[in-house]
């Protein structure tokens, strides 16, 4: 077994002890940063692929077989921004991880802690719409996360059935843009709602 998977290792790791980056990852920690990009890039294509292509394919089929240069150009480049933000992302995430674990000799929650903010701007590289819609899906988990965290220490309490109420009270408000005010709402968010709800 080489030393990269050493159990042993692993133990240390997990209990916060110091572990030297060549027993964690096979080469230096540039060469690390590197290939970890290149490898969650080509791992993000698999979902920002379909994520990019389906509502062309949904909501503009139309335009695409009308004029579909301009069209599959953008689709490119937006596949391409999202596959670098996730490797951009990651990579530099890992590698502040072992920067700290060198300085602080240990793999503490303070690492994790501090590498959030230092990967953060990688959000930079994505279309301004993205970033928008990256908001609206993580604020609610950092909520979630908050409330777990909260939820472990004894300072809330579960509330049942809380999730069908904000589920409700989210579909409501964007039920009530879509009708008093829809140039507020994306268009593809209209056009499925109009499809899966019959909403006109």
């Not at 209990?15 to 027993?23: D, L």
């Not at 690390?32 to 698999?46: D, H, I, P, V």
């Not at 072992?98 to 300085?103: G, T």
């Not at 049942?160 to 140039?183: R, W």
Request: charged content about 20%; hydrophobic content about 45%; overall charge positive.
């Amino acid at each position: 077994m080489s030393k990269v998977l050493s159990l042993e290792n692993i133990e240390k790791f997990r209990r916060g002890e110091y572990v030297p980056c060549e027993f964690i990852h096979k080469h230096s920690c540039e060469v690390n940063l590197f290939t970890r990009f290149l490898k969650t890039a080509r791992f993000c294509l698999f979902f920002y692929g379909p994520a990019h292509v389906l509502p062309v394919v949904l909501f503009k089929l139309k335009k695409l077989i009308k004029d579909p240069v301009p069209l599959l150009k953008n689709l490119g480049v937006n596949i391409a921004r999202s596959c670098t933000f996730g490797g951009v992302m990651l990579s530099i995430s890992l590698y502040a991880l072992c920067i700290f674990n060198k300085w602080f000799k240990g793999t503490r929650r303070l690492n994790w802690w501090l590498a959030t903010p230092i990967a953060s701007p990688s959000i930079l590289i994505e279309a301004q719409s993205r970033k928008q819609e990256l908001t609206i899906y993580l604020l609610p988990r950092a909520l979630e996360t908050v409330w777990n965290m909260l939820k472990a220490r004894g300072l809330v309490k579960s509330i049942k059935y809380f999730e069908v109420f904000l589920f409700c009270t989210a579909l409501g408000t964007l039920m009530y843009f879509v009708h008093n005010k829809p140039q507020e709402v994306k268009s593809s968010n209209k056009s499925s709602l109009e499809k899966f709800y019959g909403i006109n």
